[in-house]
């Protein structure tokens, strides 16, 4: 009706009027797509408006969702669990990991990729308790330990435990051993499978840098990344602590994470003595040739 009418307007205009009769006829269809075109766009609006006021979230989303599911991340259904890997074990490997806690974490990464290479049933590694820091923590008090195991079962046999007739309480000694740092793939099949036949456990008390960085098929680095960024999670609990602290730095906006290392034996054995008194730097010094304070002295590479 809007329309009828703007169109009788334009028609009684003089200056419409005044105008042929083609070119009249023309403006005028001209002048009605134009008040329609208005008229729709002004109902669309009308539309949005009413539809945001009843039905909020659908239309703009609810400004919560982020947080919520940042919140309800844990709660979240699991996926279904991976189909084990099917194959025959030529034994176990059982792992003493030394060094701190980032050596560990990628020397579990190593570890599992060797075990995956060799055909071997991984025992859940043992973390050094006898470093500097004195660290008493076991494995399942870091890292979920059900969710290291699952997550790689489609790869890696892992158990938590050996067998009992493996323990101690029978007289089974197995063969301890620290592979050769920097190693590739062919040194773990010449030189580590073939124990396996007469040893059916290998426990290999030294972890760190024992797998080689390069020259490495890309199953096998795939496989490490895989340890390093989906098995190894850690705890419920730490997590949370984590995602916490995050979570208030963050919201005194931009910051910076710093890890100096600057525990004393990485400041001894890092030859920087800058700043140091000259008490200071000596008793450095004497920390460097005192081997006997350092039980993890196999760890400094450079000390070799």
Not at 25 to 52: D, H, K, M, N, P
């Amino acid at each position: 009706m809007e329309a009828a009418r703007l169109e009788k307007s334009v028609e009684k205009s003089p200056a419409m009027q005044g105008l042929p009769a083609m070119q009249r006829t023309r403006l005028q269809v001209w002048f009605i797509r134009v008040c329609s075109s208005i008229l729709i766009w002004t109902c669309l609006v009308q539309l949005v408006a009413v539809g945001e006021l009843w039905h909020p979230r659908l239309l703009t989303g609810n400004p919560g969702s982020v947080k919520m599911s940042a919140n309800q991340e844990g709660s979240l259904p699991t996926q279904p669990p991976l189909a084990a890997r099917n194959y025959t074990s030529n034994g176990f490997l059982k792992v003493s990991c030394n060094g701190g806690l980032n050596q560990m974490r990628s020397a579990i990464c190593d570890m599992v990729a060797i075990a995956r290479l060799l055909n071997l049933t991984l025992v859940v590694p043992k973390l050094d308790k006898t470093s500097f820091w004195a660290d008493p923590s076991n494995f399942e008090d870091i890292f979920d330990v059900e969710h290291f195991i699952n997550s790689l079962r489609d790869e890696v046999r892992i158990v938590k435990r050996l067998p009992k007739r493996f323990g101690r309480r029978y007289g089974y000694q197995p063969l301890v051993k620290a592979p050769v740092s920097w190693s590739n793939e062919q040194y773990y099949l010449q030189q580590i499978l073939p124990l396996f036949a007469k040893h059916k456990v290998l426990h290999f008390n030294r972890t760190d840098s024992r797998l080689a960085n390069n020259g490495i098929s890309l199953e096998l680095q795939k496989l490490r990344c895989r340890v390093n960024f989906q098995a190894l999670k850690f705890t419920p609990q730490i997590e949370s602590l984590g995602n916490k602290l995050v979570s208030i730095i963050q919201q005194k906006g931009p910051y910076l994470a710093l890890h100096l290392r600057y525990e004393m034996d990485m400041l001894a054995f890092s030859g920087c003595t800058h700043g140091c008194t000259e008490e200071e730097a000596e008793e450095l010094k004497r920390m460097r040739s005192n081997l006997s304070l350092l039980r993890w002295n196999d760890d400094v590479y450079f000390l070799r």
